[in-house]
Structure formats: structure tokens, C-alpha cells
């Protein structure tokens, strides 16, 4: 039990403020607002270390990354399984989030004038132009900006193959970065200690101003992730194990995915899970070169809760503000958004939120709202994160070694 409070200590801390926010605002109404610089200031806070935490995690991650030493038939049968599970996850995500209205807001106009910080993209330009400016800036001092999320992107990509291709000659320009890198993350933990008062008094201010709507739009949004993330762990996943292996890799799936369940609770952290998960995948009659490759890659690549997750952010945000994306738009930018945790291990969070405001459209302002909702539905979404890994190695072992790849297992 212990182990359990110290893993969630941050999170239920983040939660109790949240709560305690939100009493505070239900109960002063208006009045709260006058905690509304003390949200101000955390906001600012993260803004101000968003445009070096993405360059630098960006480029460092890239600059570290090895050419794949095996790119034969696991590594595609691997990739076919992750595509086809993340875009059924952001399909489940969209159905739900469509038939159920995550927020009700008569007065969205005044919540805009409340967030509005950024830019709105303009909707009467051409799917060229559009992508021409969120892909590019005409000038430098631009790019540092937080309005220019996705050119950023673009740009540190470019610096770090860059710094690749100079070889020997960028060794010296990596190890700066790398240093850097450690010092703005460590600036992040640092700003992460004032999370708690800053979110709290974020959202006392916010409910104060627009009343319980928004409060009752994150607990909806808690309810019925968490309602979806059941159906999919319980009849998604069994479905995937079932096509792969019968009732035999049925029986195999759910003999052994309660101890990755539980860690997953337990830790809160896809990659703390990685041992248990390889162990539990080798369990159930899976070969060891696909479970040790499929689960590490699972972990960083295949996160089902997390695309959810992404799905239901954007939506909260497309009630709240009245707007009618299209279904592929949205499942699109899930998906892509989710990489983006992914690709940036620490602060990945902050960065794939930055890119759902910035390509829909959404105030940067608004991206408190959007921490909020990755808090309270982090414990579930873990789980399919990684839950998720089990049963895709059950896939990829049935495309793999055929039929009756739980009695030709590998061992080595």
C-alpha cells in the first residue's frame, strides 16, 4: 500500500488540489476569481519552457536514436498491428465522445475572450496555405514562439539529422544539447512542484466564473473514459486474442494479464511495466524475439489509452468551444498527437497538448484544461497502455509464426 501512495503521491496531490479547487469555486463563485494570477502564474511558467523543451528533447532524442538492426518480419508485422490497433482505439474513442456530449456550455463566446492567448487557425485558408504556415515561419525570432508548435517540430527534426549527418564534428554540438536537456527538464520538475496551486487555483477561478458546467464536463469525462477503457479491456482486447489464437489464446491472454494490470495501477508508467509485461507475453505462449521486441516497442510506440485519451481531449475542447471537425480530423490528430508523447519521453504530455491546440485550432491558453483531463484519467489510460502491448504481441505472434504459434514458441 505504501508503494502505491509513494508511486501516486504527484497524482493524487495534483487530484486533491483540483478538487479543492473546484469546492473553492462552487462555493465563492465570482470571488474565486481573485486566485485567477496564481493560475496565471504556472501558465505562464509552462509557456515559457515549452519552445526549449521541444527543440531540445526533440533533437537529443533523434540525435540518440540507432539505425534498427533488424528490419525483416516482426518489425512490419509489428508495425501492421500497432496502425490498425491505434486507429481502432481512436475510432472507439470518436464514437464515444460523439454519442456522448463531454461538456455543456451556453456561453463558449465568453470562456474564448477568458483563454483566448493564441491564434485561432483561419479556416478560409487552403489545405495548402494552412499547412504551409503550420509547417513553416517566415522568420526565426517566430519560431520561438509557442503559436508556432508544429514548425518548431519541423525544425528540430531538421537541426538534429543535421547534427547526425555532421558526424564527429557535432559531437561537441550534442553534448551541449544533451546538457541542456537535462536542465530544462529538470526546470520542468522544478515548475511541476507549483502544479498543484497553480491547477487548483486555475480551476477555483475558472468554475467561479462559468459555474459547475465545466466541473461536471471532467467528471462526465472521467465517467466515460473510464467506462470505455473497461469495455475495450474487457472485449476489445479479448477479441484481438481470440482472433489470434482461439479460445486457446484466450485462455493463455487472461491467465497471465492481471500481474501487468496491476503493475500498471500500481506504478502508474508504461515503462516501468516493460519486465512484468515481457514475462506475463512469454507466459501466455508467445515466442521471446517477438514478446522482447514487441512489448519495449509497444511502450513506446502503441499506447491505446493514450489515443483515447488524445480523442477525448480534443472533443471536451470541441464542446466547449462549439466547433465541428471532421471525424478523420480528429482521428488523425489523436494519433499523431499520441506519437508525440511517445517521440518526447518527459514532457511529451505538455508538447502532444500544445499540437492538439495548435492544428485545431484551440487558444494555447486553453492547455490547462487539457493537463487537467490527462490527470484525472492518467490511471486508466496506463492500463490500456500497457495491457494494450499483451495483446498485440498476441497478434503479431499469430501473424508471425502462423496458427499455431502458441505451440511453436521460441524460447530464444
Same mark, same amino acid.
Given at each position: 500500500?505504501?508503494?502505491?501512495?509513494?508511486?501516486?503521491?504527484? =497524482?493524487?496531490?495534483?487530484?486533491?488540489?483540483?478538487?479543492?479547487?473546484?469546492?473553492?469555486? +462552487?462555493?465563492?463563485?465570482?470571488?474565486?476569481?481573485?486566485?485567477?494570477?496564481?493560475?496565471?502564474?504556472?501558465?505562464?511558467?509552462?509557456?515559457?519552457?515549452?519552445?526549449?523543451?521541444?527543440?531540445?528533447?526533440?533533437?537529443? *532524442?533523434?540525435?540518440?536514436?540507432?539505425?534498427?538492426?533488424?528490419?525483416?518480419?516482426?518489425?512490419?508485422?509489428?508495425?501492421?498491428?500497432?496502425?490498425?490497433?491505434?486507429?481502432?482505439?481512436?475510432?472507439?474513442?470518436? !464514437?464515444?465522445? /460523439?454519442?456522448?456530449?463531454?461538456?455543456?456550455?451556453?456561453?463558449?463566446?465568453?470562456?474564448?475572450?477568458?483563454?483566448?492567448?493564441?491564434?485561432?487557425?483561419?479556416?478560409?485558408? @487552403?489545405?495548402?496555405?494552412?499547412?504551409?504556415?503550420? +509547417? &513553416?515561419?517566415?522568420?526565426?525570432? &517566430?519560431?520561438?514562439?509557442?503559436?508556432?508548435?508544429?514548425?518548431?517540430?519541423?525544425?528540430?527534426?531538421?537541426?538534429?539529422?543535421?547534427?547526425?549527418?555532421?558526424?564527429?564534428?557535432?559531437?561537441? !554540438?550534442?553534448?551541449?544539447?544533451?546538457?541542456?536537456? $537535462?536542465?530544462?527538464?529538470?526546470?520542468?520538475?522544478?515548475?511541476?512542484? /507549483?502544479?498543484?496551486?497553480?491547477?487548483?487555483?486555475?480551476?477555483? *477561478?475558472?468554475?467561479?466564473?462559468?459555474?459547475?458546467?465545466? *466541473?461536471?464536463?471532467?467528471?462526465?469525462?472521467?465517467?466515460? %473514459? &473510464?467506462?470505455?477503457?473497461?469495455?475495450? %479491456?474487457?472485449?476489445?482486447?479479448?477479441? %484481438?486474442?481470440?482472433?489470434?489464437?482461439?479460445?486457446?489464446?484466450?485462455?493463455? %491472454?487472461?491467465?497471465?494479464?492481471?500481474?501487468?494490470?496491476?503493475?500498471?495501477?500500481? #506504478?502508474?508508467?508504461?515503462?516501468?511495466?516493460?519486465?512484468?509485461?515481457?514475462?506475463?507475453?512469454?507466459? *501466455?505462449?508467445?515466442?521471446?524475439?517477438?514478446?522482447?521486441? =514487441?512489448?519495449?516497442?509497444?511502450?513506446?510506440?502503441?499506447? $491505446?489509452?493514450?489515443?483515447?485519451?488524445?480523442?477525448?481531449?480534443?472533443?471536451?475542447?470541441? /464542446?466547449?468551444?462549439?466547433?465541428?471537425?471532421?471525424?478523420? =480530423?480528429?482521428?488523425?490528430?489523436?494519433?499523431?498527437?499520441?506519437?508525440?508523447? #511517445?517521440?518526447?519521453?518527459?514532457?511529451?504530455?505538455?508538447?502532444?497538448?500544445?499540437?492538439?491546440? #495548435?492544428?485545431?485550432?484551440?487558444?494555447?491558453?486553453?492547455?490547462?484544461?487539457?493537463?487537467?483531463?490527462?490527470?484525472?484519467?492518467?490511471?486508466?489510460?496506463?492500463?490500456?497502455?500497457?495491457?494494450?502491448?499483451?495483446? @498485440?504481441?498476441?497478434?503479431?505472434?499469430?501473424?508471425?509464426?502462423?496458427?499455431?504459434?502458441?505451440?511453436?514458441?521460441?524460447?530464444?
Amino acid at each position: 500500500m505504501k508503494k502505491v501512495l509513494k508511486n501516486y503521491k504527484s =497524482t493524487i496531490i495534483l487530484l486533491a488540489s483540483i478538487i479543492l479547487g473546484g469546492v473553492v469555486g +462552487l462555493v465563492f463563485g465570482e470571488k474565486a476569481s481573485v486566485l485567477s494570477p496564481l493560475g496565471d502564474i504556472f501558465i505562464n511558467l509552462m509557456f515559457v519552457v515549452i519552445v526549449p523543451l521541444i527543440f531540445l528533447t526533440v533533437t537529443t *532524442a533523434i540525435i540518440k536514436m540507432d539505425s534498427p538492426k533488424r528490419l525483416g518480419k516482426i518489425m512490419s508485422r509489428i508495425l501492421i498491428a500497432f496502425v490498425i490497433m491505434s486507429v481502432i482505439s481512436a475510432v472507439i474513442g470518436v !464514437v464515444s465522445t /460523439y454519442s456522448f456530449k463531454l461538456v455543456d456550455n451556453k456561453d463558449s463566446a465568453s470562456i474564448m475572450e477568458l483563454l483566448d492567448e493564441g491564434t485561432v487557425i483561419d479556416t478560409e485558408l @487552403s489545405i495548402l496555405e494552412r499547412t504551409a504556415s503550420l +509547417l &513553416t515561419v517566415s522568420d526565426f525570432n &517566430t519560431l520561438l514562439s509557442k503559436d508556432s508548435i508544429i514548425a518548431l517540430l519541423v525544425f528540430s527534426i531538421i537541426f538534429a539529422l543535421a547534427v547526425r549527418k555532421s558526424k564527429e564534428k557535432g559531437e561537441a !554540438v550534442s553534448k551541449i544539447l544533451f546538457s541542456l536537456n $537535462d536542465i530544462v527538464l529538470n526546470i520542468v520538475n522544478i515548475i511541476m512542484y /507549483y502544479a498543484p496551486i497553480g491547477l487548483g487555483c486555475y480551476f477555483a *477561478a475558472l468554475i467561479g466564473t462559468y459555474g459547475e458546467s465545466i *466541473a461536471v464536463g471532467f467528471l462526465k469525462t472521467f465517467i466515460i %473514459y &473510464t467506462v470505455v477503457c473497461v469495455f475495450v %479491456y474487457f472485449v476489445v482486447y479479448s477479441l %484481438y486474442a481470440l482472433i489470434a489464437g482461439g479460445r486457446k489464446g484466450l485462455k493463455s %491472454y487472461w491467465k497471465v494479464i492481471l500481474a501487468p494490470t496491476a503493475t500498471a495501477l500500481a #506504478t502508474c508508467s508504461s515503462a516501468a511495466c516493460i519486465p512484468v509485461n515481457v514475462k506475463a507475453t512469454k507466459d *501466455a505462449g508467445i515466442s521471446a524475439d517477438i514478446a522482447e521486441t =514487441t512489448i519495449p516497442m509497444g511502450t513506446s510506440f502503441h499506447k $491505446d489509452g493514450s489515443v483515447i485519451g488524445s480523442v477525448f481531449k480534443i472533443m471536451f475542447l470541441v /464542446y466547449l468551444f462549439e466547433m465541428n471537425p471532421s471525424v478523420w =480530423t480528429v482521428i488523425g490528430v489523436s494519433i499523431v498527437a499520441t506519437l508525440l508523447v #511517445t517521440a518526447v519521453p518527459v514532457g511529451g504530455g505538455t508538447i502532444s497538448e500544445m499540437f492538439i491546440l #495548435t492544428l485545431m485550432g484551440f487558444p494555447a491558453s486553453a492547455l490547462p484544461i487539457l493537463t487537467i483531463i490527462a490527470t484525472v484519467i492518467d490511471a486508466p489510460a496506463t492500463v490500456l497502455n500497457v495491457v494494450g502491448d499483451t495483446a @498485440s504481441s498476441m497478434l503479431v505472434g499469430r501473424m508471425v509464426d502462423g496458427k499455431k504459434f502458441l505451440e511453436n514458441k521460441k524460447t530464444k
